[in-house]
């Protein structure tokens, strides 16, 4: 997924106005599962459905969230999670994309899941995004500390990773590259569609 450029693609799809998106309509209550089995729509329903939207006051439908659409959030900041998650250069990549205002829009969203996981993320790129953003945002970081699990040795706060070379990203996910395609060479030969350049 990440060779797919799976994360600037969720980034993008972040990049919007999240608060209309997750409290958007987009689903019809007879449809739903238990209650198409045994619901009987009345001859009017289109008129029906018509009045009670209209007589919905504008407070009532904003409070109201589509569980499709805040779920589908909630997993697309679940695979950015998990695809940079013990990966530096991963993590720097995020930086690249300007991820932090797309998060930071995020955290408009009311539901403790969506924190969770932006604060995460803010947590794994913490340390490369400099001292000013860090002055300019320490509600975020001390929203980090207090719901997100820490480790023992956690420097996530203490600035760059020194550790980290950058020069050395390339290599590590070339190895990883060719890692999985040996690993898909020998479990998946039959479905690949060109085995001829696959490694015996």
Not at 90 to 107: E, Q, W, Y
């Amino acid at each position: 997924m990440f060779y797919a450029n799976c994360i600037p693609l969720v980034l993008k799809f972040l990049n919007q106005d999240m608060n209309m998106y997750v409290t958007a309509e987009n689903s019809i209550p007879s449809l739903e599962f238990p209650t198409c089995l045994f619901y009987i729509p009345p001859p009017s329903m289109g008129h029906t459905i018509i009045e009670t939207h209209d007589t919905m006051s504008d407070d009532v439908s904003a409070r109201v969230l589509c569980w499709r659409n805040l779920f589908s959030t909630i997993n697309m900041l679940r695979i950015i999670q998990k695809l940079t998650k013990w990966r530096p250069p991963r993590t720097m990549m995020l930086n690249v994309f300007k991820s932090p205002p797309i998060l930071k829009k995020t955290l408009k969203i009311s539901h403790w899941l969506v924190h969770l996981y932006v604060l995460k993320l803010f947590k794994l790129q913490a340390k490369y995004l400099g001292k000013n953003w860090r002055k300019a945002n320490m509600k975020i970081l001390s929203s980090i500390y207090q719901h997100v699990r820490h480790r023992l040795l956690d420097d996530w706060a203490y600035g760059s990773d020194l550790d980290t070379r950058q020069w050395e990203a390339p290599t590590e996910e070339q190895k990883l590259k060719a890692t999985l395609q040996l690993y898909h060479a020998m479990w998946y030969r039959h479905l690949l569609p060109d085995t001829s350049q696959l490694p015996d």
